[in-house]
C-alpha cells in the first residue's frame, strides 16, 4: 500500500494564479482532509470529506474548493493564489473508527509559495 | 469553540534525561480525544499517543507518556530517557466528534535534544 500520496512535493506559483494539489490514497478510507501548516499556528483545517460526494469546510476553507468524486481522490483547488496561502498543505485520511484506535495517515505535505 | 494551547514554543533537553511538554484545551465536551504527534524535520506527522477522555488510567508507549487531567483540561507529554532521534516539533490535538475526524491543533512547540 501507497498510503496517502500527495503531489507535488513543491510548488511556485505567482499571485492570482490557480492550481490543483492531489492527494490520493489506497486504503479504502472514507475520511479525507486537508490541513495548512504555518509557523507559530500549528496546523488547521481548510475541508473534509466523510466519503464521496459529501465535503464540508474546515477553519481556513476560504480561497479553497475541494470534491470528492472518488472514494480515493481528494484534490484541493487554490483558484486565484495570494501570498497569504504560502503554507506547507497535508492531505490526511482516516477511516470513520478513530474512536477504537484507528489511526490519521499524513501525506507527506506540499511546500507552496505564493509571490 | 475548541481550542488548544502549547504555551511553549522551544525546549530543549539532554540525552537520556526527562522532559515534559505541556498542553492546554478548551472544550464543553465530556467525551473527546486527545493526541500527540511528532513532526521531525523530513515533514512526516507520526502520531505518538492517543488517550481516550472517559479513560481515567494514563496511556504509555514505550518511553512516552501523558499526564491526562481532565477537570483542568491539561494533558502533558512526558518523554523519558530522550534520544537524539526524539528531536522535532511536537503537536497537541484535540478531536472533539468521534466519527468526523476532524483535530484541531496546538501551536506546536519544538524540542531540541543535546547530546
Known amino acids: 500500500n501507497a498510503g496517502v500520496t500527495q503531489t507535488p512535493k513543491f510548488q511556485v506559483l505567482k499571485t492570482g494564479q490557480s492550481m490543483t494539489l492531489q492527494c490520493a490514497q489506497d486504503?479504502?478510507?472514507?475520511?479525507m482532509s486537508w490541513y495548512r501548516q504555518d509557523p507559530g499556528m500549528g496546523l488547521r483545517l481548510i475541508h473534509y470529506?466523510?466519503?464521496?460526494?459529501?465535503?464540508d469546510q474546515g477553519e481556513v476553507p476560504n480561497g479553497y474548493n475541494v470534491s470528492r468524486s472518488t472514494t480515493e481522490d481528494f484534490p484541493l483547488r487554490l483558484l486565484s493564489a495570494a501570498p497569504s496561502q504560502t503554507s506547507v498543505y497535508f492531505c490526511a485520511s482516516s477511516s470513520l473508527r478513530l474512536d477504537i484506535g484507528e489511526k490519521l495517515f499524513f501525506g507527506s505535505g506540499t511546500q507552496l509559495s505564493v509571490l | 469553540a475548541q481550542t488548544v494551547t502549547q504555551s511553549q514554543p522551544e525546549m530543549s533537553v539532554q540525552e537520556a534525561e526527562t522532559v515534559t511538554l505541556s498542553c492546554t484545551y478548551d472544550?464543553?465536551?465530556?467525551?473527546?480525544?486527545l493526541f500527540w504527534y511528532k513532526q521531525p524535520p523530513s515533514r512526516q506527522m507520526i502520531l505518538v499517543i492517543r488517550q481516550e477522555a472517559y479513560k481515567q488510567q494514563n496511556a504509555t508507549e514505550n518511553r512516552f507518556s501523558v499526564n491526562f487531567q481532565k477537570a483542568a483540561k491539561s494533558f502533558s507529554l512526558k518523554i523519558s530517557d530522550s534520544q537524539l532521534g526524539d528531536t522535532a516539533m511536537y503537536f497537541c490535538a484535540f478531536m472533539k466528534h468521534v466519527n468526523t475526524g476532524k483535530l484541531i491543533f496546538g501551536q506546536g512547540t519544538t524540542l531540541q535534544v543535546k547530546p
Open positions: 486504503m479504502n478510507h472514507e475520511y
Open positions: 470529506s466523510v466519503g464521496a460526494g459529501i465535503t
Open positions: 472544550t464543553s465536551e465530556s467525551n473527546y480525544y
